[in-house]
C-alpha cells in the first residue's frame, strides 16, 4: 500500500476549536463525538505496548494499527514486523506520528525527543518549539501544511503530558536507538473512522491493532466493526486490542455478548487487560 496524500480542510479543522481571550485556542469536541477527523491527538500512548506487540512478534510481518500518538507503529517496529500501515480517524494522529518519525529521523537523542512532545502538549505555538523549525520543512507535505496551518491552535491536547510516572511508557534508550535505525521514513496512513476502514483495505495481515476502540462501540457495533474487517485478517490472525483495568468488564461483557455470532471463525481470549479474537477460519 503506498502512502497516500491528504487534504486536510483547514477551515474545518480551526472550526473545531474555540478562542479564548487569553489567546489560547480549545478543542470544542463538535457534536459531542470524543473523536473525529480534527479531534487532538495524544503526545504518548497510555497503553501497554511493549506486552501487545510483543505478543505477536513471533510471527506478525504484516500489521495494520490505529496511528494514535504514533507509539503504535513506532514500537511495532521492534518486533519482526516489516511491513506497517496504519489508520485513525483525526488527521491530527497523522501529524504527531509524523512528527515522531522526523524527530527520529533528526537524530534528536531520547532527552530532547522527550522535550519536544512535552513541549508539544497543549501549546499554541508549534513553531516556537525547539528542533520544531527543523522538523517542519521535512514532514510529508499534507503535514507540513496541516501544522504550519493549524500553529497556533492546540492539535495536541489529548491525554496527559509527559510526567515520571508515566515515562514508562516512552521508549527506553535502546528501544530509542533501535527505532531510530529501523523507522527510516513515514508510516502508511488511511485516514478512515473505524467503522468504515475496511472500505480503504486491500491486503491482509497477521495483526489488525485496534487500540482501546471496543472500549467506545456497543456490542452491536464491535460485532460489526469485526466481521467487516476479517476478510483483511490472515487465517490465524489476531485482532488485538487494549482493555485497560477500567474498561476491562465493559469489554468483556461486549465480547461474551457477540461470542455466539462470531465463533464460527474466532476464537476470543482476554487476559489481563488485553483482547484477542484470533481469526480460524
Not at 48 to 66: E, H, N, Y
Not at 177 to 203: A, G, Q, R, V
Request: net charge positive; proline share 5%.
Amino acid at each position: 500500500m503506498s502512502i497516500k496524500s491528504y487534504e486536510p480542510n483547514i477551515n474545518v479543522a480551526k472550526s473545531y476549536y474555540f478562542t479564548y481571550k487569553s489567546g489560547f485556542r480549545k478543542y470544542l469536541n463538535p457534536n459531542k463525538k470524543m473523536f473525529n477527523e480534527y479531534s487532538p491527538a495524544y503526545i504518548k500512548t497510555n497503553e501497554p505496548l511493549r506486552t501487545i506487540t510483543g505478543a505477536t512478534a513471533s510471527f506478525a510481518k504484516d500489521v495494520l494499527t490505529t496511528a494514535a500518538s504514533g507509539d503504535h507503529p513506532m514500537f511495532y517496529k521492534l518486533t519482526p514486523a516489516e511491513n506497517i500501515d496504519t489508520f485513525d480517524v483525526s488527521f491530527c494522529a497523522k501529524a504527531i506520528m509524523d512528527i515522531k518519525v522526523t524527530a527520529l529521523q533528526n537524530d534528536l537523542s531520547l532527552d530532547q525527543y522527550t522535550y519536544l512532545l512535552s513541549r508539544l502538549y497543549k501549546t499554541n505555538d508549534i513553531k516556537s518549539i525547539p528542533y520544531m523549525e527543523d522538523i517542519i520543512k521535512k514532514l510529508p507535505n499534507d503535514t507540513k501544511q496541516f501544522v504550519n496551518a493549524m500553529n497556533d491552535y492546540n492539535i495536541f491536547g489529548n491525554g496527559n503530558n509527559i510526567s515520571e510516572s508515566n515515562k514508562h511508557t516512552l521508549p527506553t534508550k535502546q528501544e530509542f536507538e533501535i527505532m531510530k535505525k529501523s523507522i527510516t521514513k513515514p508510516f502508511n496512513f488511511i485516514w478512515s473512522d473505524i467503522m468504515s476502514l475496511h472500505t480503504h483495505l486491500t491486503k491482509q495481515y497477521d495483526v489488525i491493532n485496534l487500540s482501546n476502540i471496543p472500549e467506545y462501540l456497543t456490542a452491536e457495533s464491535l460485532l460489526k466493526l469485526l466481521t467487516d474487517l476479517k476478510n483483511n485478517l490472515k487465517i490465524n490472525g489476531y485482532f488485538v486490542s487494549d482493555a485497560p483495568s477500567f474498561a476491562e468488564d465493559n469489554t468483556r461483557s461486549k465480547m461474551i455478548k457477540i461470542l455466539p455470532e462470531i465463533n464460527s471463525w474466532a476464537i476470543a481470549r482476554m487476559p489481563k487487560e488485553i483482547l484477542f479474537v484470533q481469526k480460524i477460519r
